[in-house]
Nanobody, 122 residues
Framework: QVQLVESGGGLVQAGGSLRLSCAAS????????MGWFRQAPGKEREFVAA????????SYVRSVKGRFTISRDNTKNTVYLQMNSLKPEDTAVYYC???????????????WGQGTQVTVSS
């Protein structure tokens, strides 16, 4: 089973950019679909983006389309989330997840990282 470790979070001003990384252990990374979710204080965990095993298929929640880009490098066992034009409402803990499904529900993924905090100031 793969293990996931996120990095790249931090504090940024509105309009700024961050790139999150999620490093996976194990030799089976390329067999997993990968997703990014986020959870703001007092809110439920929300789907952000997903990418297929080969990287050929991606999906996004409407609120981040055109601003965020998910990508993966299977040679480095890493999935990325490039976040541009950040808004205060993007503030949340961001989690990466691995699963066999390619869905927008947390139930589609069975392995999760510990999360990385993203804070966007206005």
């Amino acid at each position: 089973q793969v293990q996931l470790v996120e990095s790249g979070g931090g504090l940024v001003q509105a309009g700024g950019s961050l790139r999150l990384s999620c490093a996976a252990s194990g030799r089976t990374f390329s067999s997993y679909n990968m997703g990014w979710f986020r959870q703001a204080p007092g809110k439920e965990r929300e789907f952000v983006a997903a990418i297929s095993q080969s990287g050929g298929v991606t999906s996004y929640v409407r609120s981040v389309k055109g601003r965020f880009t998910i990508s993966r490098d299977n040679t480095k066992n890493t999935v990325y989330l490039q976040m541009n034009s950040l808004k205060p409402e993007d503030t949340a803990v961001y989690y990466c997840a691995a699963g066999q499904g390619l869905g927008t529900s947390a139930h589609d993924y069975d392995t999760w990282g510990q999360g990385t905090q993203v804070t966007v100031s206005s």
